[in-house]
């Protein structure tokens, strides 16, 4: 009788918990939002792909984040006498052409990837939000400027207009994220124009045009928070466009300069030895494969998530 009764009580919170999170109608706005939390969480964890490019993410910035205590040489030594050797035991991913241990040089370089994806992010994603949603709700001559400026930084790739940039500014990881910056904002503003042109029809905009809330707040307070979701999205699905670009500057001497360990350089530097000693480009060209790759599936398992519309 007694172990019945404590395996009831043992079992209650765990009900209680289940249906105070699956109750059709909260109580509280906490609730509520932790009940959304909790849908979205379920939707994202059925997304296979999103989950592993989550897990490739998690693992990137642990090795980042852990750099100092996981690498086991230094990234700047040179030791021309172990020049070129093959992943072993003193040196899990080998040597490059000057002896510096490879797998080290790949963990600083992670934090000098995503120190450059993050700042990027940063920058473009309130830039681009504003920038769309005022030419979306403000309109008229607003709306045309915008987006025609809009139009002319579309109009060029974005590898091209970032190195025209970096030429401009000089080579260097704060120059290259203002270029990256400059020419990956474009999208962002263009989505989150698209989203309010809908969202400034809705009844609840109109209530709150009633109550004589001026043009900016409305967009700040109210536009702003609904395109949120996509820009997010969206933004998540460019990491890898960034990455890449970030790495092609780096390839050509243009970002992260030497002896930086940025992945591009180091690529680079080992192009001239792919046939003969290809782990020192292929390593650093998997990191970026990788992360690339892990930023388009959580982008996609995200979009399931946050857009209504992908259902």
């Known amino acids: 009788m007694t172990d019945s009764v404590s395996k009831s009580l043992r079992a209650r919170p765990h009900q209680g918990f289940r249906a105070w999170i699956s109750d059709p109608a909260p109580r509280s706005p906490w609730q509520a939002h932790v009940q959304l939390w909790w849908l979205q969480w379920r939707r994202f964890r059925a997304n296979r792909s999103a989950l592993f490019g989550l897990l490739v993410l998690l693992v990137i910035v642990a090795a980042a984040l852990f750099a100092p205590w996981l690498a086991n040489q230094d990234i700047y030594a040179q030791n021309l006498a172990q020049r070129l050797q093959p992943p072993g035991a003193d040196h899990w991913l080998g040597t490059d052409e000057l002896g510096r241990d490879i797998f080290s040089r790949l963990l600083y370089g992670a934090r000098i990837t995503l120190y450059i994806a993050a700042l990027t992010a940063i920058v473009i994603t309130p830039l681009g939000l504003l920038i769309g949603t005022a030419a979306g709700y403000l309109g008229g001559?607003?709306?045309t400027?915008?987006?025609r400026l809009v139009d002319i930084f579309l109009a060029f790739p974005s590898l091209i207009l970032a190195l025209a940039f970096v030429a401009a500014l000089g080579p260097g990881i704060e120059n290259a994220i203002?270029?990256?910056s400059l020419s990956a904002w474009p999208p962002i503003a263009r989505l989150a124009r698209a989203e309010t042109l809908a969202i400034r029809r809705m009844d609840f905009i109109a209530a709150v045009r009633l109550q004589g809330a001026s043009a900016w707040h409305i967009i700040v307070r109210h536009v702003v928070p609904m395109c949120l979701p996509s820009v997010v999205v969206r933004v998540t699905l460019n990491m890898a466009a960034i990455i890449l670009t970030a790495?092609?500057?780096?390839?050509l001497g243009l970002g992260a300069q030497a002896p930086s360990p940025e992945w591009g350089a180091m690529l680079a530097s080992g192009r001239e030895f792919m046939l003969t000693n290809g782990w020192i480009a292929a390593i650093p060209g998997l990191a970026i494969l990788f992360t690339s790759l892990a930023f388009n599936l959580l982008g996609d398992g995200l979009r399931d998530v946050?857009?209504?519309?992908?259902?």
């Open 141 to 143: 001559w607003v709306d």
């Open 145 to 147: 400027v915008l987006m």
């Open 178 to 180: 203002i270029a990256i």
């Open 247 to 251: 790495a092609g500057l780096g390839f």
């Open 306 to 311: 946050m857009d209504i519309r992908h259902e």
